[in-house]
């Protein structure tokens, strides 16, 4: 493979597994190295074979971890296989690099049952172009790489997963069918309660996350499609339109830092839970994290009508009635004072802002974090931008954002763009993508620090 070929395949292939990793130059190598060693500063090096003189640096702000590394290890050498047999048809080739990127991935989890996993995964993509009763369907798959089905009499799963009567027996969220390492069955797995442990992943699928521990695989197919693999209870890959994802949650969640406050870690990752939440129930949001210093600068793009929180909208009010000084038309002035001359809950009584006056019943002054993750969930999906400020006070749910002037593409990219530049911000399509935004103070310009298809 030469030079530019690796190149080419590092940055397409390679760099968008990795949630905030970027190419970060080159050094050189001699035949002593390694083809993919860990780097300095959060980096890893790579070359296409031990005699290549150079290695490229691969970086993120969090360091990679063994068992990507593993993947990244894994890819490189299928990948220079698949180089090697020199195949011009654009389309077969880059079939073939879907699939060693596929393989690559289950390995990097496990040697035992690899075989198995793939075997199903492919059966599961054959479901997802097929319909049961006109419906899409949903399964759910566990493979146990611990215990072993009774030999007597085994079914395997390529005689069953592509049968009818199999489409009702799992729903991918309560209902499950196991299968050993080796393809057999074991039996079907109810998870009513399972025991609470800590994990990453979208709520609605919490339950078999708990149960996938280092000796249990979970691999789900959605009713959207996906397919998601779920690995020391966590959500570890997913296939989304076609693709394959690598769910680097440490380094989101790092990537939304903020100014420092007692309860930073728990912010973040109630953010980061509400992103991901809102991709996997395919709703859209908008979720803004706001700087300490810039919840001043913030208000003025958010409308009064929209603050939930008593503190800032008296904050809001100071900045509204320093404006109405400024005015030259008096009636204005007149008309904006006497509005904020009441109290928050005369004005919103007076005015009627039924839905500002709903949510503050229900959030009942808890912080983002202190809240149900379903409530969190369909709070940021009605429309508009959820803003938290960087205790956790939700300032504004539903928030219809004062977009500046030549700000492109649509509400809610405008939105994320704009809240980015006093914070943090999320935008979440309806699509599943979910897009991460800071301010770059170096370029002085709005920056995205992630994207996760």
């Known amino acids: 493979m030469d030079k530019l070929e690796f190149y080419d395949i590092v940055g397409k292939l390679i760099v968008p597994l990795f949630t905030g990793s970027y190419l970060a130059g080159e050094m050189e190598s001699s035949p002593r190295d390694l083809e993919v060693a860990l780097g300095k500063g959060n980096s890893v090096l790579l070359k296409p074979t031990k005699l290549d003189d150079y290695r ?106 592509d049968s009818d009567f199999f489409a009702l027996f799992t729903d991918a969220v309560n209902s499950f069918v196991e299968f050993d390492k080796d393809g057999k069955m074991m039996g079907y797995v109810s998870l009513k309660n399972p025991k609470k442990v800590a994990t990453v992943s979208p709520y609605i699928y919490e339950k078999v996350a708990r149960i996938c521990n280092d000796k249990r695989i979970g691999i789900c197919l959605t009713k959207n499609e996906d397919i998601l693999i779920f690995y020391s209870r966590q959500l570890v890959f997913a296939k989304r339109n076609g693709s394959w994802c690598v769910y680097c949650h440490d380094e989101i969640i790092r990537l939304l830092q903020n100014n420092v406050s007692s309860a930073a870690k728990q912010i973040r990752r109630a953010i980061y839970n509400t992103a991901l939440d809102c991709s996997f129930s395919y709703k859209g949001a908008c979720i803004a994290y706001i700087d300490k210093d810039k919840t001043l600068e913030a208000l003025s793009h958010i409308d009064v009508a929209d603050i939930i929180s008593e503190e800032y909208f008296n904050k809001k009010k100071e900045l509204e009635l320093e404006e109405a000084g400024k005015l030259y038309n008096l009636g204005n002035a007149k008309f904006i004072i006497d509005k904020f001359s009441l109290s928050y809950e005369e004005f919103l009584d007076k005015y009627k802002y039924a839905k500002t006056m709903a949510i503050r019943r229900i959030v009942a002054g ?21 803003i938290v400020d960087y205790e956790g006070t939700i300032i504004a749910v539903g928030a219809i954002i004062k977009i500046e002037a030549g700000s492109d593409g649509g509400g809610r990219l405008a939105a994320a763009k704009t809240m980015a530049k006093y914070g943090v911000a999320i935008k979440v399509s309806q699509d599943g993508i979910m897009q991460g935004f800071t301010f770059d103070k170096k370029t002085n310009t709005v920056k995205q620090i992630f994207y996760v298809g």
């Open 366 to 386: 808890k912080k983002l974090f202190e809240l149900d993750r379903k409530l969190v969930e369909e709070m940021t999906a009605i429309d508009g931008a959820t």
């Open 56 to 161: 490229i640096v691969l970086k993120r702000g969090q360091a990679f971890k063994s068992f990507e590394v593993n993947i990244i290890r894994s890819i490189i050498k299928v990948l220079n296989d698949i180089s090697e047999l020199g195949i011009t048809d654009k389309m077969y080739l880059s079939k073939l690099q879907s699939i060693a990127i596929e393989r690559a991935l289950i390995e990097s989890l496990t040697d035992a049952g690899s075989e198995t996993i793939l075997g199903i995964i492919g059966e599961l993509e054959k479901w997802s172009t097929r319909t049961y009763e006109g419906q899409s369907v949903s399964l759910g798959i566990l493979v146990n790489l611990a215990s072993v089905a009774d030999q007597h009499n085994p079914v395997y799963y390529h005689n069953v997963l």
